[in-house]
């Protein structure tokens, strides 16, 4: 979901919760992060859930950037290559993964971990202080459009926990109104 120039200043002030989704769709299971999104934007679309963004990202590490700005708290999703095993879920906070950007001709190697470092000294206040990355473990990064099985499970527990902490944030806004 993209915000109009407008909806975005009528959030600014409001406690907002962005989800980004990241990955590459044409690269098997580096799509999980995108995925994670699209489930999300579609469980949105049925049972909208007030001061919740769900963005696409896609290979944008910019994008990411700019979508996180406003937000109180942002979750990062992504696929991860570590030797685990495929379908691990990984919880880290942000700032754990924060990383400086080293100059480049290309936006291509400006990644959402680039981005959550220059948001912060770009925004700096505007900038989201909560930051929570999922990272699931890819099995295969290969062209594809196939997701494996396991990554493809991993994905609805991500969706799951996710799913979970915007009604729980829905919840607590709403109990502090009334």
């Not at 992060?33 to 919740?52: E, S």
Request: hydrophobic letters at 45%; charged letters at 20%.
């Amino acid at each position: 979901m993209v915000l109009s120039p407008l909806a975005y200043l009528a959030v600014r002030g409001a406690q907002m919760l962005t989800v980004i989704g990241c990955g590459n769709t044409n690269r098997c299971d580096d799509a999980a992060g995108v995925l994670v999104a699209q489930h999300l934007q579609r469980r949105l679309a049925a049972n909208p859930i007030p001061a919740v963004r769900v963005f696409d990202a896609g290979t944008s590490g910019i994008d990411t950037m700019f979508q996180a700005r406003g937000s109180t708290a942002l979750i990062v999703v992504d696929a991860n290559l570590s030797d685990s095993p495929p379908g691990t879920v990984f919880q880290v906070p942000g700032e754990e993964l924060e990383n400086v950007h080293q100059g480049s001709f290309s936006l291509h190697d400006f990644r959402w971990d680039h981005a959550l470092y220059a948001g912060r000294k770009i925004f700096r206040k505007d900038f989201p202080e909560d930051v929570k990355v999922f990272l699931i473990e890819a099995q295969c990064v290969d062209l594809g459009l196939e997701v494996s099985a396991a990554v493809e499970a991993a994905i609805e527990k991500v969706v799951e926990l996710i799913w979970q902490r915007l009604k729980a944030g829905a919840c607590a806004a709403v109990g502090a109104d009334g």
